[in-house]
């Protein structure tokens, strides 16, 4: 069935530095892909998302990529700060053909720490 | 906030028993779907409604069952309970069913934590 790899499952890195989030997906006709952020005991939100049609997106300090060839996409984000340390959830829709609705298919998560 | 309202926050209640969790979709949006979050499985996929019909269904239990009503509130019936289901459960909204674009975004609620003793 449909599946989500998401890597790492920690990470922590310095304020100010760079993090890089990857996840695969194993469908090559999944078509569309979200990255939700989701702080403890909060609801996950949607940061960024990016179609199977764009190669990637950015929005100020977070950008996503996207190489459909590879089955892969990442959430890059720059200059980190301290209110950016959550879980973040990649997910990815599978096509119609398995699917005729929009349920989504996450990946375990990441929990970024960004410390000051 | 998302606009998308849960009800209740919290729930405490013993193995064997029912219980029912509600969702209000955002205003204008016509899909409602459910999803588990467990710390050993992460966020799982379990039914979408659109409109007030059936459109998905993942792995969801014979004893979960939902439905969405005429006013576009759903509903997760949750029966025989097991120590297992405890978990946090969540409802998302999106505007259109899930052929693409931007009507699909899906934006969660503030989610219920079931806790079964």
């Known amino acids: 069935g449909e599946n989500v790899e998401q890597h790492p499952s920690t990470l922590s890195v310095q304020e100010g530095d760079s993090a890089v989030i990857k996840c695969t997906y194993s469908?090559?006709?999944?078509?569309?892909f979200p990255w939700y952020k989701q702080e403890l005991g909060k609801r996950p939100q949607l940061i960024i998302d990016i179609r199977s049609n764009v190669g990637e997106k950015k929005d100020q300090r977070i950008a996503v990529t996207l190489n459909k060839t590879a089955k892969h996409f990442s959430l890059h984000i720059t200059e980190t700060q301290p209110e950016d340390s959550a879980v973040y959830f990649c997910a990815a829709r599978p096509p119609l053909r398995y699917n005729q609705g929009g349920k989504l298919i996450f990946g375990q998560g990441t929990e970024l720490s960004v410390k000051p | 906030d998302s606009g998308v309202t849960q009800t209740p926050k919290h729930l405490i209640t013993a193995t064997g028993q029912r219980v029912t969790l509600r969702c209000s979709p955002r205003?204008?949006?016509?899909?409602v779907y459910w999803y588990q979050q467990s710390l050993d499985q992460g966020l799982q996929f379990l039914i979408q409604?659109?409109?007030?019909?059936e459109r998905a269904k993942g792995n969801i239990l014979e004893r979960f069952s939902a439905q969405q009503f005429p006013d576009l509130h759903s509903e997760l019936n949750l029966s025989s309970l097991e120590l297992g289901d405890s978990a946090l459960y969540f409802c998302?909204?999106?505007?259109?069913w899930g052929a693409g674009g931007r009507t699909d975004t899906q934006y969660f609620g503030p989610g219920t934590r079931l806790t079964v003793l």
């Open positions: 469908d090559s006709a999944s078509n569309y």
């Open positions: 998302a909204s999106s505007v259109g």
């Open positions: 205003s204008g949006d016509l899909s």
């Open positions: 409604y659109y409109n007030g019909e």
